[in-house]
């Protein structure tokens, strides 16, 4: 069944056409991934589906009944807003319910109450409609959402308007979830969530029973997530019934067919206009009518015929020049028992880590867990509380952090002639190869959308040539073309790499190695994501198996258990092992008593000695 119908839909902003005869047609249980360049007109087209835009052009159906869920940014009377209040959004017919039943509890707690079978029966209709809202289950999913978006109880009573922006995201995301829209529409889900975040996600889209269109330039997610992928390019939609990796294989193909099909029609064009030509000649040479209508006649068939357009079989992506002035020496960092505490918080506990000339290494670990922080150890803006965090001879290093945009009305050219060192020719010669050119290079940096502003940012760097890369999140808003050109460039940089990233896709082309922070150390992994994964999970399984069986209580000794995250020594074992034979040598023991006072009860002779079996017997065991 269809749920969403798009015919020719057009859309300007100002004089710019950025949708132009969009067809495209989204059916109940689709879960759609959105993708194209940036500007291609993405968000456009998700608030065109919410109704928060009018098309200039064309028509946008939705089937009868369908609530649209969207969030295109943080709506404004969210901010004086509890954090559970924003998630439990979804359970406001719930929440209404509950509070009015409060109000007839206590009604009914009045001694005597005249209306009671009036507010018996009130209270009834409102606990049927509170049970049909999902007032039972509402706070274990808000809970169980939250849990799986990392959003800690302990936020749950804070002001909505004291959250970072990553925080307000995830709460809305979290708040769009919970309430299980019809369609759901989702604006690059994945931005502010860790790798544990991003696959809870997937496991949860997976088993979503509505409808999903998701705008990603997350290419791993989207492969783990989509059924379809819809692609917008030149305005128009194109619909390919795969994920992404076969998305991507059938539009090479798609493109290689049409500009054969356009190729065979240029001919026949050709071909045509030679005869049209030919015919106009020998009218004019013999004066027969009969060539000039039959030129006419051809060339009203050559007018009438739909014109392909030639399709683009390699389009202008960025340009990222990764390359080292010159050679470090061969051990470029190193971190002994480095320590990191941030007041009662300890970041960093006695991080390990060693990094070689020539590695590209990819920084993992949940948000919070101080990633950031020791990359700004590294680089001097933080200095560790203990141990050290030493640079080898000769390494320059080119950090790429996760800084917003300035609120600046300078220009991009400016910016860059001035950071770079730079002419103003040299400068646009140099922008052109990240995508800024034309007027795009006279933009102020203030309204840079993010995957401009990054791309700005890297085009400085990698000026510099520095031997030592530091990026954090470098692929974050940057279009699926732009992230796939920067990795094509650090697999060609000779210098070291040390990124931080959840972009798995982006991990598993540029890794050679991984280093997992996870309470405060560093574990070092050898191979891509995939291969850090298999590994961690086989490490994880190993250390359960090497954990002690549950001892089960007894009312004779209760022994403890090591605790389940330390490894138990030998010496544990054998204590283990004989205090497992002291308690079945009393189990036994305590069983032949029964057996001794059960014979002894059968025993007509004993029968009156009631004070003697009430003691265990004469020899008063127990």
């Known amino acids: 069944m269809t749920i969403l119908n798009c015919q020719q839909v057009q859309k300007y902003y100002g004089a710019n056409l950025v949708l132009d005869n969009v067809t495209l047609e989204v059916k109940q249980g689709d879960r759609a991934g959105l993708i194209g360049r940036n500007g291609c007109g993405k968000s456009t087209l ?22 649209v869920g969207y969030l295109a940014q943080i709506p404004a009377e969210f901010e004086a807003l509890t954090v559970y209040d924003v998630l439990a959004r979804g359970y406001r017919d ?79 995301l979290a708040s769009l979830l919970i309430e299980k829209p019809t369609l759901l529409l989702l604006d690059e889900p994945t931005n502010h969530l860790d790798v544990n975040g991003i696959e809870w996600l997937e496991t949860y889209l997976k088993g979503y029973d509505g409808t999903c269109i998701i705008v990603s330039h997350d290419r791993y997610f989207l492969d783990q997530v989509v059924t379809k992928v819809i692609e917008l390019e030149d305005g128009e939609a194109f619909l390919y019934r795969t994920d992404y990796t076969g998305y991507v294989k059938e539009k090479e193909e798609r493109l290689l067919q049409e500009f054969a099909a356009y190729q065979e029609q240029q001919k026949k064009i050709k071909k045509m206009q030679e005869t049209i030509k030919q015919l106009m000649e020998w009218g004019r040479i013999g004066g027969n ?36 002035a010159e050679r470090s ?65 000769r390494v320059d290093i080119g950090y790429l952090d996760q800084q917003d945009r300035p609120n600046s009305k300078q220009t991009v050219l400016e910016l ?68 796939e050109a920067l990795e094509e460039a650090l697999e060609e940089y000779t210098g070291t790499v040390l990124a931080i990233s959840h ?26 994501y995939d291969d850090y994964r298999a590994k961690s999970a086989e490490l994880r399984a190993a250390s359960l198996a090497d954990r002690p069986a549950p001892v089960v209580p007894s009312q004779v000794a209760k022994p403890q258990a090591a605790p389940a995250d330390r490894p138990v020594s030998a010496a544990g074992k054998a204590a283990d092992s004989k205090r497992k034979q002291q308690l079945e040598q009393a189990i036994r023991q305590l069983e032949q008593d029964i057996a001794d006072c059960s014979a002894r009860l059968d025993d007509p002779a004993q029968a009156a000695n009631t004070a003697q079996l009430r003691n265990g017997g004469s020899t008063g065991k127990r």
């Open 503 to 528: 972009d798995r896709y982006f991990i598993n082309r540029i890794a050679r190695s991984v280093w997992e922070l996870r309470d405060g150390t560093i574990t070092p992994f050898v191979g891509h």
């Open 329 to 393: 020496g061969r051990k470029v960092l190193a971190l002994q028992a480095a320590v990191k505490r941030f007041g009662d918080r300890t970041v960093l506990a006695g991080a390990d880590a060693l990094l070689l000339y020539g590695d590209r290494v990819a920084l993992v670990g949940e948000n919070g867990a101080g990633k950031s922080t020791l990359m700004k150890l590294i680089v001097g803006e933080l200095a560790p509380d203990e141990g050290s965090v030493e640079l080898g001879a």
């Open 94 to 172: 719930a929440m209404q319910c509950r509070e009015a039943m409060s109000g007839l509890e206590q009604r009914m707690a009045v001694t005597g109450a005249p209306d009671l079978d009036a507010i018996l029966q009130q209270y009834a209709e409102l606990q049927e409609r509170f049970e049909r809202a999902g007032g039972y289950e509402m706070e274990a999913r808000i809970v169980q959402v939250a849990a799986g978006l990392r959003i800690p109880e302990a936020q749950f009573p804070r002001t909505f308007g004291t959250l970072s922006g990553g925080e307000k995201t995830k709460v809305c």
């Open 46 to 67: 998700l608030q065109l589906i919410a109704g928060l835009t009018a098309p200039d052009g064309g028509t946008i159906a939705l089937q009868k009944g369908t609530r």
């Open 289 to 324: 009518e009969k060539f000039f209508r039959r030129a006419a006649s051809m060339q009203k068939a050559l007018d009438r015929m739909e014109k392909l357009k030639r399709p683009v079989l390699q389009r202008k992506t960025a340009e990222f020049e990764a390359e080292a």
């Open 416 to 483: 860059f002639c001035r950071e770079a060192e730079v002419t103003e020719g040299e400068g646009r010669r140099l922008l052109a190869g990240y995508l800024f050119y034309g007027p795009a290079v006279f933009k102020s940096v203030g309204s840079l959308s993010g995957g401009e502003w990054t791309r700005l940012r890297l085009a400085l760097l990698m000026r510099r040539k520095p031997n030592l890369l530091l990026l954090d999140e470098p692929t974050n808003h940057l279009d699926i073309a732009s992230r």
